[in-house]
């Protein structure tokens, strides 16, 4: 399998249903640009670093993620609009067991 289904409800409230690779070492930040579901800019900033969590998001289904870092983890600590939920899609890297995957962007900081 080199492609997973992933739903990924943007900032509007709209949902995607989109192919991600799992072949590619692609983050979900990545993919959500790549579709363009968030407007030029306001998702990853850093680069992927895990220093800004612009890229931060809401997982919705019930999908065993990796842990998160103390990187991840720090990040989301002093991040505005942050439920137990949250992720930064940065740090999430597709793959095959994220297979359905639904995630929520949270809001841009204002």
């Known amino acids: 399998m080199t492609d997973i289904k992933i739903t990924i409800i943007d900032r509007d409230g709209v949902t995607h249903e989109i192919d991600a690779p799992t072949d590619m070492n692609m983050n ?10 968030a407007p030029e800019g306001t998702i990853g900033i ?14 919705e289904s019930d999908h065993e993620l990796p842990e998160m870092s103390d990187d991840e983890e720090a990040m989301l600590s002093e991040a505005f609009n942050v439920k137990e939920n949250s992720r930064l899609g940065c740090q999430l890297h597709i793959s095959e067991v ?13």
């Open 46 to 59: 850093c680069g992927g670093m895990a220093m800004c969590a612009s890229c931060q998001c809401y997982v």
């Open 98 to 110: 994220m297979d359905g995957l639904k995630v929520e962007l949270a809001p841009e900081d204002v």
């Open 28 to 37: 979900l930040m990545e993919v959500v640009r790549s579709y363009e579901l």
